[in-house]
């Protein structure tokens, strides 16, 4: 039987990041249990520019979502299947947190610990590189300050900023187009380590325990044995997947599938937090020029809440038509066009994931809970964003690129209108996290309440949703508990 100090479930974006950092070690063995195949050599993977053909491909989860009642029912959450994770599919847009994201997450998590680790990130993060600046986007950024005054910021990651609006920081080497995920900025140089081993396109069905203690998983290819912890990286939809069907989450709930309960902690699968966005869209007047990073690579910040130094609505500009959502919808698909998508930073609905089998293989249950808060903040935020995007398109030098809007359309203007639209027309930015909760699943120190031996690395300890995309943050986490476990 394999036996190894610490067994990694899941290469992803945190797993990564703790499987490079404690194999720095020579006397410690560490093993990474992959779902997916490795991504060197693999263009498809490696071309940052080529994500948006990941999505729904052999290396997307692909999870369904419960049926939303009050917003799109039809949303497909992308994960991935590959060494890297998400951070080897996603557009790699890098955004260090706001102190103020993580002032809430208990002892060991305030700015002054955890801000330092951002600096020793192994990412090439950088702004997006001249040569990579579409002339639509530069002219997006000049209409967003023009029309709403805002500054235009060059480098988003050089300290905490209010609003405004420019070209994205992306974590990619622009000279190849290629990506500085987790994997090839953390384990392509090291994969020679003897005491680093890989053992991919293999399926973790279970966690065991001997006393309350994790001694090792149930994979696809043979028990492997951890002699000092389990780490669990599967990211936060199938890290408390993973620990329910193990028999750690709500008691009833694991009782009532028929699987045999090892420890009662209800907030396995509470909590569950996403960033949701709309989309409003424009046909061009013929087509754009074709240099870009991911297509998706300037936006804009907007502070409306002053009692907040965080901006409270951020904007995606799309340098292409993201028809996905408003095709179903009626609304006509166009050769060449731009979009805004106004998405809420810090949502106020939250959801929370089920098991509805004890069947490994079955799909769990996902509620996000999409505007479904009843104080409405998430519906206004899509509203004012709608509106503050068509105050930016009506501005030159953006106004001249657009032959018209396409969807919702310049006839839909009333809030209640435009809330109905941008709710069903609504998308994720893929950002499912807080599961696994620091606080209620895991201490500050990321260990499983209860039990021995087992901590939670990844997006499912966020207790709340940072402001900006999450993928720094997660990169962060996993710098972080590398520290943790080595006791530094
Ligand atoms: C399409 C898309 C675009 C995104 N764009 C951005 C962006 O631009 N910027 C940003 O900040 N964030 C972005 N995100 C979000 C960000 O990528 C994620 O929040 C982050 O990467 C999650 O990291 P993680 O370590 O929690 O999980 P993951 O990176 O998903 O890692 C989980 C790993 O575990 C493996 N695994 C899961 N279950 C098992 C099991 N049972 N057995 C074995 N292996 C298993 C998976 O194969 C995967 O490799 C995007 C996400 C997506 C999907």
């Given at each position: 039987m394999p036996e190894y100090d610490y067994v990694i479930v899941g290469g992803g974006t945190a797993g990564s990041v703790l499987a490079a950092r404690l194999s720095e070690d020579p006397s410690v063995t560490v093993c990474v249990v992959e779902g997916g195949p490795s991504d060197v050599d693999d263009p498809r993977v490696l071309e940052l520019r080529n994500w948006i053909n990941l999505l729904g491909s052999e290396l997307d989860y692909d999870y369904p979502t419960v049926e939303q009642p009050r917003g799109n029912s039809h949303i497909r959450h992308s994960r991935a299947r590959v060494l890297g994770g998400c951070s080897s599919h996603n557009t790699l847009i890098s955004f260090v947190p706001f102190p103020q994201d993580v002032a809430s997450w208990g002892p060991g998590w305030d700015w002054d610990t955890f801000g330092p680790y951002y600096d020793r990130l192994l990412n090439n993060i950088i702004p997006v590189d001249p040569a990579d600046r579409n002339p639509i986007a530069l002219d997006f950024i000049a209409a967003a300050k023009a029309a709403l005054g805002v500054p235009e910021v060059e480098d988003f990651n050089a300290k905490p900023f209010a609003d405004g609006t420019g070209f994205f920081s992306v974590a990619y080497h622009p000279e190849t187009g290629s990506r500085s995920s987790a994997s090839t900025a953390y384990l392509h140089p090291v994969l020679d380590r003897p005491n680093l081993t890989l053992v991919l396109e293999t399926w973790v069905s279970r966690v065991s325990f001997e006393d309350g203690r994790a001694i090792g998983v149930d994979t696809s290819a043979g028990f492997?044995?951890?002699?000092?912890?389990?780490?669990?990286?599967?990211?936060?939809?199938?890290?408390?997947?993973?620990?329910?069907?193990?028999?750690?989450?709500?008691?009833?709930?694991?009782?009532?599938?028929?699987?045999?309960?090892?420890?009662?902690?209800?907030?396995?699968?509470?909590?569950?937090?996403?960033?949701?966005?709309?989309?409003?869209?424009?046909?061009?007047?013929?087509?754009?020029?074709?240099?870009?990073?991911?297509?998706?690579?300037?936006?804009?910040?907007?502070?409306?809440?002053?009692?907040?130094?965080?901006?409270?609505?951020?904007?995606?500009?799309?340098?292409?038509?993201?028809?996905?959502?408003?095709?179903?919808?009626?609304?006509?698909?166009?050769?060449?066009?731009?979009?805004?998508?106004?998405?809420?930073?810090?949502?106020?609905?939250?959801?929370?994931?089920?098991?509805?089998?004890?069947?490994?293989?079955?799909?769990?249950?996902?509620?996000?809970?999409?505007?479904?808060?009843?104080?409405?903040?998430?519906?206004?935020?899509?509203?004012?964003?709608?509106?503050?995007?068509?105050?930016?398109?009506?501005?030159?030098?953006?106004?001249?690129?657009?032959?018209?809007?396409?969807?919702?359309?310049?006839?839909?203007?009333?809030?209640?209108?435009?809330?109905?639209?941008?709710?069903?027309?609504?998308?994720?930015?893929?950002?499912?996290?807080?599961?696994?909760?620091?606080?209620?699943?895991?201490?500050?120190?990321?260990?499983?309440?209860?039990?021995?031996?087992?901590?939670?690395?990844?997006a499912s300890v966020f207790p709340t949703m940072p402001t900006v995309n999450p993928m720094v943050t997660v990169l962060m986490i996993g710098e972080r508990a590398a520290d943790l476990i080595r006791g530094a």
């Open positions: 492997i044995s951890a002699r000092r912890e389990v780490l669990l990286c599967a990211g936060a939809i199938d890290t408390p997947r993973l620990l329910m069907l193990s028999g750690v989450g709500p008691a009833a709930d694991l009782s009532a599938l028929g699987i045999e309960v090892v420890h009662d902690l209800p907030g396995v699968g509470e909590n569950l937090l996403d960033h949701p966005e709309s989309v409003i869209i424009w046909e061009t007047d013929g087509p754009i020029p074709l240099n870009s990073v991911m297509d998706s690579d300037a936006g804009l910040f907007v502070r409306r809440d002053q009692s907040d130094p965080r901006p409270d609505l951020m904007f995606h500009f799309y340098q292409i038509p993201f028809t996905a959502n408003t095709e179903r919808l009626g609304y006509p698909v166009v050769e060449h066009g731009v979009c805004m998508t106004p998405n809420i930073p810090r949502p106020h609905s939250v959801g929370r994931m089920w098991l509805t089998s004890a069947d490994p293989t079955v799909k769990p249950a996902l509620d996000f809970g999409y505007f479904t808060n009843p104080d409405g903040y998430d519906e206004q935020t899509l509203v004012d964003g709608f509106r503050i995007a068509r105050e930016i398109a009506s501005q030159e030098p953006l106004k001249s690129w657009l032959k018209r809007e396409i969807a919702p359309g310049p006839e839909v203007t009333s809030d209640e209108d435009l809330s109905e639209y941008g709710r069903r027309a609504a998308h994720t930015v893929y950002h499912p996290a807080g599961t696994c909760a620091i606080g209620s699943v895991v201490d500050p120190s990321l260990k499983v309440i209860g039990l021995e031996g087992l901590r939670v690395v990844d």
